[in-house]
């Protein structure tokens, strides 16, 4: 499923491989990347559970799924475009039924 405007993330990091581009080291990059942006997020995360789960003492009765838009600039540095709070499951093509 490698054709058309949407890819899967294993598409594109075969296809840098295939242009001979570290692959490894783009994926690297962008996992710090949205690494980053969960740590600049975490206080206000953090608040927002604990004021809907304020007897939750061990934090363990829910989860935040986060869908992150991400692009590579020419020089391959991953830019974050979007971070969406409620992402779409919605599936219009095989390829978002296979990934969501």
Same mark, same amino acid.
């Given at each position: ?22 692959? %490894?080291? $783009?994926?690297? +990059?962008? !996992? ?12 206000? @995360? ?8 304020? %007897?939750? $003492?061990?934090? +363990?009765? !829910? ?12 020089? @391959? ?24």
């Amino acid at each position: 499923m490698d054709i058309g405007h949407k890819r899967s993330l294993s598409s594109i990091l075969n296809k840098l491989k295939e242009m001979n581009q570290d692959s %490894d080291e $783009i994926w690297t +990059n962008i !996992c710090a990347i949205i690494t980053k942006t969960l740590i600049s997020v975490q206080p206000i @995360l953090a608040h927002t559970y604990r004021s809907c789960q304020p %007897d939750n $003492i061990q934090n +363990n009765m !829910c989860f935040e799924v986060l869908g992150f838009d991400v692009m590579l600039d020419s020089d @391959l540095k991953p830019i974050i475009l979007e971070v969406n709070y409620t992402p779409s499951f919605t599936t219009d093509t095989p390829l978002d039924l296979q990934i969501k």
